[in-house]
């Protein structure tokens, strides 16, 4: 497969990534009943006895909650990226609910398996701003306060940014259909977190 460069021009992008770390932390936190105490030598104490437990180091677990901590994809040199798993994500929702003449031969099964896709890189290191909102909690009429770092514009903040990475087509003759399906997943479905919010558009600018 010959690969073809594209290059996007993003309005805006939320990452949100859900690391590994994170889901330690939380299990952690929870068996160790770290809320429930009054103290914050107790709340300590006992997240170092879980900790001990589970095979970890108190300071491991510091760690995790650092790596839990991080907004973004990076590269090695700390340059932000759109990773590979959300633009593949937002193409095959596009076709999900795409007419047959747009999908061509494509669905939701057999597209990973009919294209590869990389990574897109952009020239970011820092974030651009901060978006909170209160969040529905799932099967609850509870809300959340959430705050997430987003790159590119929002309202009259931040500029619009560029992001350019690779897509090969296992039969040439697709290229077209890929290319109006990406363009429709960055135009109207969206990459990233807080889609329904209006993040995570873009255009299509160079495709060669």
Same mark, same amino acid.
């Given at each position: 497969?010959?690969?073809?460069?594209?290059k996007?021009?993003?309005?805006?992008?939320?990452?949100?990534?859900?690391?590994?770390?994170?889901?330690?932390?939380?299990?952690?936190?929870k068996?160790?009943?770290?809320n !429930?105490q +009054?103290? #914050?030598?107790?709340?300590?104490?006992?997240? &170092?006895? =879980?900790? $001990?437990? %589970?095979?970890?180091?108190? *300071?491991?677990?510091?760690?995790?909650?650092?790596?839990a901590?991080?907004?973004?994809?990076?590269?090695?040199?700390?340059?932000?990226?759109?990773?590979?798993?959300?633009?593949?994500?937002?193409?095959?929702?596009?076709?999900?609910?795409?007419?047959?003449?747009?999908?061509?031969?494509?669905?939701?099964?057999?597209?990973?398996?009919?294209?590869?896709?990389?990574?897109?890189?952009?020239d !970011?290191? +820092?974030? #651009?701003?901060?978006?909170?909102r209160?969040? &529905?909690? =799932?099967? $609850?009429? %509870?809300?959340?306060?959430? *705050?997430?770092?987003?790159?590119?514009?929002?309202?009259?903040?931040?500029?619009?940014?560029?992001?350019?990475?690779?897509?090969?087509?296992?039969?040439?003759?697709?290229?077209?259909?890929?290319?109006?399906?990406?363009?429709?997943?960055?135009?109207?479905?969206?990459?990233?977190?807080?889609?329904?919010?209006?993040?995570?558009?873009?255009?299509?600018?160079?495709?060669?």
């Open positions: 497969m010959k690969p073809i460069t594209v996007l021009l993003m309005n805006n992008y939320i990452a949100h990534p859900f690391w590994p770390a994170r889901n330690k932390c939380i299990e952690i936190e068996k160790s009943g770290v !429930r +009054k103290s #914050d030598e107790k709340r300590v104490a006992a997240l &170092k006895a =879980e900790c $001990s437990r %589970q095979g970890c180091t108190y *300071e491991q677990y510091l760690e995790f909650r650092l790596q901590a991080e907004q973004w994809y990076r590269g090695a040199d700390g340059t932000i990226y759109l990773p590979r798993h959300q633009l593949a994500g937002a193409i095959v929702q596009t076709i999900s609910s795409a007419p047959k003449a747009l999908r061509g031969q494509f669905d939701r099964d057999n597209f990973r398996a009919l294209i590869q896709l990389g990574d897109f890189s952009t !970011r290191k +820092k974030p #651009d701003g901060m978006f909170s209160f969040v &529905k909690l =799932e099967g $609850s009429n %509870q809300r959340s306060f959430q *705050e997430n770092e987003y790159i590119g514009m929002y309202l009259d903040v931040g500029e619009p940014f560029e992001a350019t990475g690779t897509i090969a087509v296992a039969d040439a003759k697709q290229g077209d259909t890929v290319k109006a399906l990406f363009a429709a997943a960055v135009e109207t479905i969206g990459v990233g977190a807080a889609r329904k919010m209006g993040f995570g558009r873009g255009t299509i600018v160079d495709w060669n």
